[in-house]
């Protein structure tokens, strides 16, 4: 089983310190518990869309966008008030270490976690690392 996993971040290396939905790109990495790819980087759309701060448009835009690539999970250092609905489609996923490539290892050794949110039955919540 592989999870496909979205980085919110502005140069494919580290996360940035706003919130998911702000982030100009998101790279998209498929990732299981012995080794991860690089899948491709989406740019992130709907910035000029936000209305007011949390707008329901907003987290639909950046959902239909993950979406299509069928990601599972989402990575941010922090995310706003759209995680209520965002966490409805993905495992938000809360990390403090900003480089990605050290992410994926947390994420690696924390698999079982991640994977056990992602099939949830009841409501998802988001996970802490």
Do not use: C, W
């Not at 496909?4 to 498929?30: C, N, P, Q, S, W």
């Not at 448009?57 to 989402?74: F, M, N, P, R, T």
């Amino acid at each position: 089983m592989k999870l496909r996993v979205a980085f919110a971040t502005d140069d494919g290396k580290v996360l940035m310190k706003r919130h998911f939905g702000d982030a100009m790109f998101y790279a998209i990495y498929e990732i299981s518990e012995e080794e991860s790819f690089f899948i491709k980087r989406i740019e992130n759309t709907t910035s000029e869309e936000e209305i007011q701060h949390a707008d329901v448009q907003k987290a639909k835009g950046i959902s239909s966008l993950l979406k299509q690539d069928e990601v599972h999970v989402v990575v941010s250092k922090v995310f706003g008030p759209n995680i209520k609905r965002i966490k409805k489609k993905f495992v938000p996923l809360i990390v403090h270490e900003p480089d990605i490539a050290k992410t994926i290892k947390i994420i690696q050794q924390n698999y079982s976690v991640v994977l056990k949110e992602r099939d949830s039955e009841i409501e998802r919540k988001p996970v802490r690392l």
